[in-house]
């Protein structure tokens, strides 16, 4: 069993930064892949990051590509999303997720926390 909390959303203008957490306990955090994802009003959710875990192989989909970067620490259970030169299309529910194995479709990922809202205006 593994629980995951976000943390580190909130309200951004375009342009600007944003750093995501995600806190792991309960469960094994080494050995899963960890991923980032977000679902906007009427969308499906989507991929943004993972992370193997080892932090040898990484994934972004190409909305994201080259302003985000997700990165992991083990020796703290912790899982991050930066996100830089956010754009209003960012705005989302941002949710992290972990699995067995490094996949980019949400229905490979066995525990997913609770979300945290991104907001970008302007």
């Known amino acids: 069993q593994v629980q995951l909390v976000e943390s580190g959303g909130g309200l951004v203008q375009a342009g600007g930064s944003l750093r995501l957490s995600c806190a792991a306990s309960g469960g094994t955090f080494s050995r899963y892949t960890m991923g980032w994802f977000r679902q906007a009003p009427g969308k499906e959710r989507d991929i943004v990051a993972y992370?193997?875990?080892?932090?040898?192989?990484?994934y972004y989909a190409e909305s994201v590509k080259g302003r985000f970067t997700i990165s992991r620490d083990n020796a703290k259970n912790t899982v991050y999303l930066q996100m830089n030169s956010l754009k209003s299309e960012d705005t989302a529910v941002y949710y992290c997720a972990a699995a067995v194995s490094p996949v980019i479709s949400p229905r490979g990922y066995d525990y997913w926390g609770q979300g945290t809202q991104v907001t970008v205006s302007s």
């Open positions: 992370i193997t875990w080892n932090g040898r192989s990484t």
